[in-house]
């Protein structure tokens, strides 16, 4: 059993910056990966950064360049420091998880474990 919870959201102006922050609580199971996804309504959900299996991160092109995953292993914590943000970047901010062994479900959008969302709201 795991469970994911994410914290950090809110609103900020445009060329600002907030950072969330995900923990990955596992229950009898070991995280394999992690990753962070966002959605906004009437839109597909769309991944944000991946942290595989094997540490390699991967980021969305959207997002590339202004937002910066760093982690916490010992803790199963995955940070999202988002800077440069643009009112187009506000959305529901999901953190997911996955404890299959050498797990590629995070990068494909298809993990076990979900949080609840965290939102983000950019001001022009």
């Known amino acids: 059993q795991v469970r994911v919870q994410e914290s950090g959201g809110g609103s900020v102006q445009a060329g600002g910056s907030l950072r969330l922050s995900c923990v990955a609580s596992?229950?009898?199971?070991?995280?394999?990966?992690m990753a962070w996804f966002r959605q906004a309504p009437g839109k597909l959900r769309e991944i944000v950064a991946s942290?595989?299996?094997?540490?390699?991160?991967t980021y969305a092109d959207s997002t590339r360049g202004r937002f910066t995953v760093s982690e916490t292993p010992a803790r199963n914590t995955l940070h999202l420091q988002m800077d440069l943000l643009t009112p187009e970047d506000s959305e529901m901010y999901y953190c997911?998880?996955?404890?299959?062994?050498?797990?590629?479900?995070?990068?494909?959008?298809?993990?076990?474990?979900w949080g609840k969302g965290t939102l983000v709201t950019v001001s022009p």
């Open positions: 997911a998880a996955d404890s299959l062994e050498l797990s590629t479900n995070c990068l494909s959008g298809a993990p076990d474990y």
């Open positions: 596992a229950y009898g199971s070991s995280i394999s990966c």
């Open positions: 942290r595989g299996a094997d540490g390699t991160v």
